[in-house]
């Protein structure tokens, strides 16, 4: 296997540089917090942030949020989404049908909620990838996850009361409190991240608990790098713990396709992996927002906006693994039953990762923060129970560094860093001469279900920094759907995306929401794409969109070009 990714990475030589980020260079800091930690009574949840007037006040404007997507201000404040209550988790609901799902995801309800301080620890925990990883960590994350398993079912540390934790914050079990009906959905906005993160980091701290080992650490799924786009070996093992049965039995050994193209080939797979992982890391996002998600405040309706990578390397994986013989993609194709499968963290913890790569390790001069600043974004707050048992809240913004949660990663090269396509001025060129594209309003809304081209004038003539915008997608929830964009591709081999004229992608796991359908936005930035593509000074460009997924399910309502409006 090793050999062969070798190869196929090989050429075009500039397009990979291995590159070494400094990510573990400093030694390990030795972090006291002194923070008290407070008792709460356990309804006291909403008690905290609440200024009654102001709530009532932006209420109303939920829905606006939610609606108009482009909203990217920090003070656009409300209310930060507040943990759940518990004691009034209700029934979670499957995604095909919207009936009630015949297991109960709700946690046990214990004693009082502590406010979570990050404890002091003397030597950061490392995590690896799990394609490296040595004989006695897989022993000990196989025993780790086996005592796990050994867990009375109604310990909050067990396996499966670990995984329903997953599935009451992704199908509707807790309502946003006071906010009526209104469901907790940590999917689909900037709290993918955060929650994600808060996650991993108890059911790590769980397993090493269970294994007396404090510097146990979760491996990755280092997906991102050639050498890691199987799933790890180390799940393979029907006799192993990490082991789970409900996998895609056809893609065990497959070269994953972070580009849902559907091509077989593996060296074509792993050029257009690469190449998903430039554009949604480095090349296509114009503010954080765009690569984070989009702003989810109290009151607003779930699934605001994924960001670049949620919807993604993130998404791909997930239907990639989940298995087709199962109803509803069992385990990793559905956010209710994800957790049930061990490789769900392991691959979690890959996107918990590029989190972080995104904020330290990308050029600084893409977007102008990698930081949300916004008070309901720092204060929004999960529920999860530590190693000890203890119910404890947690918020978004003690999550921010990894290091301050006592946990590293294992520096590994970053092939997609630099792996822009080289410039196509003849393809550009003959573009330009063509005019029989039909004009983006006589295509528009558009119910996508074949491959559409289109013409769109540019926002300016010349180098400008622009972006695309995609406004009112709605899409049916409880699919899994995908369409990539393209900037005048000539080509026209969908199987491919390692070309400049690759833009981006929306893409989503399926899941349950209220209302069945969500609208949302997505916003590509195309400033390097034109460079690349040396079409800055064009009029106008064409643009395809070409869908991933058969049958109806995505409608979108226009699409337009403007100047990126928050220059680095
Ligand atoms: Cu909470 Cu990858 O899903």
Not at 117 to 145: E, G, M, W
Not at 476 to 484: A, G, I, Q, R, V
Not at 531 to 547: K, L, Q, R, W, Y
Request: glycine share 6%; aromatic share 10%.
């Amino acid at each position: 296997m090793a050999s062969l990714y070798l190869h196929c990475t090989a050429p075009p030589s500039s397009k990979l540089r291995p590159s070494l980020h400094p990510l573990l260079s400093k030694p390990a800091p030795f972090i006291s917090h002194a923070r008290r930690s407070h008792r709460h009574p356990l309804r006291a949840s909403s008690s905290d942030s609440d200024s009654p007037n102001r709530r009532n006040v932006l209420l109303g404007l939920g829905g606006l949020y939610g609606a108009t997507s482009l909203i990217s201000t920090d003070s656009a404040s409300a209310n930060p989404v507040q943990a759940p209550e518990l004691d009034k988790c209700g029934a979670a609901t499957n995604l095909n049908n919207q009936q009630i799902l015949d297991v109960n995801c709700c946690p046990p309800v214990t004693g009082d909620i502590i406010d979570y301080k990050l404890p002091t620890f003397y030597k950061l925990r490392t995590r690896q990838s799990a394609h490296r990883l040595n004989p006695t960590d897989v022993f000990k994350y196989n025993l780790a996850i086996q005592r796990m398993k050994e867990l009375p079912e109604d310990d909050p540390r067990s396996f499966m009361q670990q995984a329903f934790i997953h599935c009451a914050y992704c199908n509707g079990a807790y309502n946003q409190p006071g906010q009526g009906e209104l469901d907790i959905q940590v999917h689909n906005s900037w709290l993918f991240f955060p929650f994600h993160r808060w996650y991993l980091y108890f059911y790590e701290r769980i397993l090493g608990k269970l294994i007396d080992d404090p510097t146990f650490a979760l491996p990755f799924w280092n997906w991102d790098n050639p050498k890691g786009m199987t799933i790890p070996p180390i799940f393979l093992d029907p006799k192993a713990a990490i082991y789970d049965a409900k996998r895609n039995p056809d893609n065990l050994k497959a070269v994953v396709d972070l580009g849902r193209t559907g091509n077989k080939d593996p060296m074509q797979l792993v050029t257009n992996n690469l190449t998903v992982m430039y554009t949604e890391m480095v090349r296509g996002n114009a503010d954080v927002y765009d690569f984070m998600g989009k702003p989810y405040r109290e009151g607003t309706p779930v699934n605001p906006g994924p960001g670049s990578s949620e919807r993604g390397s993130h998404t791909a994986l997930h239907v990639f693994v989940g298995d087709p013989r199962e109803p509803s993609g069992e385990d990793m194709g559905n956010f209710y039953s994800a957790g049930r499968d061990p490789l769900f963290y392991c691959h979690h913890a890959n996107v918990d990762r590029m989190w972080t790569l995104w904020k330290d390790v990308l050029p600084k001069d893409k977007v102008p923060t990698k930081d949300i600043t916004d008070p309901d974004y720092l204060n929004a707050s999960f529920l999860f129970y530590d190693e000890n048992a203890q119910l404890v809240r947690v918020y978004v913004r003690d999550s921010l560094d990894t290091r301050k949660m006592g946990y590293d990663l294992q520096r590994i090269d970053l092939p997609w860093l630099d792996y822009r396509p080289p410039v196509q001025t003849a393809l550009a060129r003959i573009k330009r001469t063509t005019s029989f594209f039909p004009k983006v309003f006589s295509v528009f809304p558009l119910n996508l279900t074949k491959v559409v081209r289109f013409e769109v004038q540019k926002a300016k003539k010349g180098k400008a920094d622009e972006l695309l915008v995609l406004e009112d997608i709605t899409v049916d929830t409880t699919k899994f759907l995908k369409f990539d964009v393209f900037v005048n591709d000539e080509d026209d081999n969908p199987l491919e995306l390692d070309k400049a004229a690759y833009a981006g992608t929306y893409a989503q796991v399926p899941h349950k929401a209220p209302k069945k359908t969500s609208t949302t936005s997505i916003r590509l930035r195309l400033t390097d794409l034109y460079e690349d593509m040396d079409i800055g000074d064009d009029d106008s460009i064409v643009v395809t969109i070409v869908p991933r997924h058969s049958g109806p399910g995505v409608t979108i309502g226009g699409i337009k070009i403007i100047e990126n409006p928050n220059k680095a």
